[in-house]
């Protein structure tokens, strides 16, 4: 995950308000109140675990789709058939939250009967963070898969055209005694998102992240907003990338790379496409052997020799769960132009947000 840089403007917000907040945004978007509750979850679970790409920076975007750019703030996703563990879903141009837990919800109750059970979702829009998902599967002691396509913004390795998506997949499984271990990552070796939480800060991106227009190197969060995103382990990211973008879309019959639509005109509603899947533990392994064996897998991790530089050693998913920890209880600490924009959403919509800034 990214470590963002800390900036003396940041605040402190409490969990439970912004949530309140954000729910209340999502209703005067014409959202019903389960739905506006279930989509304020999903993004405030995001900055719970320093995942802020992914968070409340996504409100200005979110209400702008559901009240101008077609997304249906009253969709409802249905099957569209079913056989056997195989399931297809159109999210009826939801956000793809909506979808996505429907979907998420259905192969956790399918799985629990036939051992595993896939969705395509089709009919769909952006979705959030992956592991939102995946860990509503470790919640019932299944193994959670979750994958989507996103829209281009890396390019063939070695060229300089926005035509592959960095299309993130998340696995998660469930541990004893140590929190879930949790996969979730893209294919480029950022999000776009959080290129934007450094445009906000003003402070330069990492080396390695990516390339400008022209197809060079760079660490200018500006130039990398207008250029491509670097695919992790160059041609390699790009072919599991494309991989997991057309398992997302094509069995669903969602579009695909360009066909979603692009960075400068942003994307098309209800085109995009997801999958999510659920393997019961249970019918493969007992369950608390199962998880006993995962701690041990991560006490090995923990107890092995780190390099100097390092003065500990970490899973996936471990730094996450003890952000979250810290930010259950001192609130969650979020670049103030964040706060700034979640606040001009509720203040135009008739929300007061003014006790978002008090930790009192």
């Excluded at 963070?129 to 996103?150: C, E, F, K, P, V």
């Excluded at 990492?206 to 995103?229: H, R, Y």
């Excluded at 695919?231 to 360009?258: N, Q, R």
Aim: proline share 5%; net charge negative; with cysteine.
């Amino acid at each position: 995950m990214a470590v963002y840089p800390k900036s003396e403007t940041d605040r402190r917000v409490w969990p439970q308000r912004l949530g309140e907040v954000v729910r209340a945004i999502f209703s005067r978007c014409g959202m019903s109140d389960v739905d506006a509750n279930l989509l304020a979850e999903s993004l405030v679970h995001a900055d719970l675990r320093g995942i802020h790409s992914h968070g409340v920076l996504r409100i200005p975007d979110y209400v702008k789709k559901l009240t101008k750019d077609g997304v249906n703030p009253r969709g409802r996703p249905r099957i569209v058939s079913e056989r056997a563990a195989a399931i297809v879903i159109d999210g009826g141009n939801s956000m793809g939250q909506i979808g996505g837990a429907f979907a998420m919800k259905r192969v956790i109750k399918k799985a629990r009967g036939l051992g595993l059970a896939l969705a395509a979702v089709r009919g769909s829009n952006h979705c959030g963070a992956m592991d939102w998902y995946t860990l509503m599967a470790t919640r019932t002691d299944m193994i959670g898969l979750a994958g989507t396509n996103a829209l281009p913004t890396m390019a063939p390795w070695g060229g300089t055209e926005k035509i592959v998506g960095i299309n993130p997949l998340s696995i998660a499984m469930p541990a004893k005694k140590h929190p879930p271990f949790v996969v979730d990552l893209a294919f480029g070796a950022t999000a776009h998102g959080k290129i934007r939480v450094y445009h906000q800060k003003g402070s330069p991106i990492p080396d390695g992240w990516a390339f400008d227009a022209e197809g060079q190197p760079t660490t200018d969060a500006t130039k990398a907003l207008s250029g491509l995103i670097q695919p992790i382990g160059e041609h390699k990211g790009v072919g599991l990338g494309m991989a997991i973008g057309m398992i997302a879309s094509l069995l669903s019959g969602a579009a695909y790379g360009t066909e979603l639509g692009s960075m400068i005109e942003g994307p098309r509603p209800g085109l995009d496409g997801h999958f999510f899947a659920a393997i019961d533990i249970a019918a493969f392994q007992d369950v608390e052997s199962f998880k006993e064996r995962v701690d041990a897998v991560i006490d090995e991790v923990h107890e092995s020799r780190p390099r100097a530089e390092a003065s500990r050693l970490f899973v996936p998913g471990e730094i996450e769960a003890e952000i979250e920890s810290d930010y259950v209880g001192n609130g969650i600490l979020l670049a103030r132009t964040t706060v700034d924009d979640v606040a001009a959403a509720a203040d135009a919509l008739g929300i007061d947000s003014s006790y978002l800034f008090s930790l009192g």
